[in-house]
């Protein structure tokens, strides 16, 4: 079955710099999250969104921002990198439509930023 | 919002033993309680979820108990393997307007010694 996928799988980024993480849902899936994960610590949701429209806001910086794309593959986006920011970034799916919850998660792509 | 506390957070048995772990949820309004399994430096992967109309559920060798009274839900898993080595997250999911973000407990670091 299809999972979810994430690229770049690996990203070492500069302070200040900008970095953009890449999501695709798994097939006919109508919601994604990403989620922020620091070394040690549990998943922090950052944002989500339902049928390409923002449906919930975390804890996400200012200097972050997403979108969900028409085919339904969404971006991240982070500029002025600090050191804070390296940490391993999950996507997940779900299909809330039919009310199924479960969340599927992809592989993350871990940001490293020096 | 929701708060996820889980404990013990770290928990070390011998093979064949049975591991249990523990969580408590804020939020009444809560009605889905995963639990993910991971791996150092893998996605986290839904191992077992039970909803609020089910007092307990079983898959194999790990079940799952919910008491919406107390606000609190258990893992349990019998006949440990080495291969149960892992970090386990309990969650739990609110419910906004079409948004289920999952609110992670800071889990459990199972060790399973052979």
């Known amino acids: 079955a299809a999972g979810v996928i994430q690229s770049p799988r690996h990203l070492i980024k500069e302070k200040r710099e900008t970095a953009t993480l890449k999501c695709y849902p798994i097939?006919?899936?109508?919601?994604v999250y990403w989620y922020q994960q620091g070394p040690g610590q549990d998943p922090q949701f950052l944002i989500s969104?339902?049928?390409?429209?923002?449906?919930d806001k975390g804890s996400i910086p200012d200097r972050f921002s997403a979108q969900q794309f028409s085919d339904y593959h969404s971006e991240l986006n982070m500029s002025s990198l600090e050191l804070g920011d390296s940490a391993l970034y999950f996507c997940?799916?779900?299909?809330?439509?039919?009310?199924?919850?479960?969340?599927?998660f992809g592989p993350g792509t871990r940001l490293t930023v020096t | 919002g929701e708060n996820v506390e889980q404990h013990p957070s770290t928990l070390s048995v011998q093979e064949g033993d049975s591991a249990v772990i523990k969580c408590t949820y804020s939020?009444?309004?809560?009605?889905?309680f995963p639990w993910y399994k991971q791996e150092l430096g893998k996605r986290p992967q839904l191992i077992i979820d039970?909803?609020?109309?089910?007092g307990e559920k079983k898959d194999q060798r790990i079940a799952v108990t919910l008491n919406k009274t107390a606000k609190h839900f258990s893992l349990h898993i019998t006949e440990t393997q080495p291969e149960d080595s892992a970090v386990y997250f309990c969650a739990a999911i609110i419910t906004q307007g079409g948004s289920e973000k999952l609110v992670f407990g800071k889990g459990m670091k199972l060790t399973v010694n052979p």
């Open positions: 969104f339902y049928e390409k429209m923002q449906s």
């Open positions: 997940a799916s779900s299909l809330i439509s039919d009310n199924s919850y479960e969340q599927y």
């Open positions: 039970i909803r609020s109309n089910v």
């Open positions: 097939p006919r899936h109508d919601t």
């Open positions: 939020d009444s309004a809560s009605n889905y």
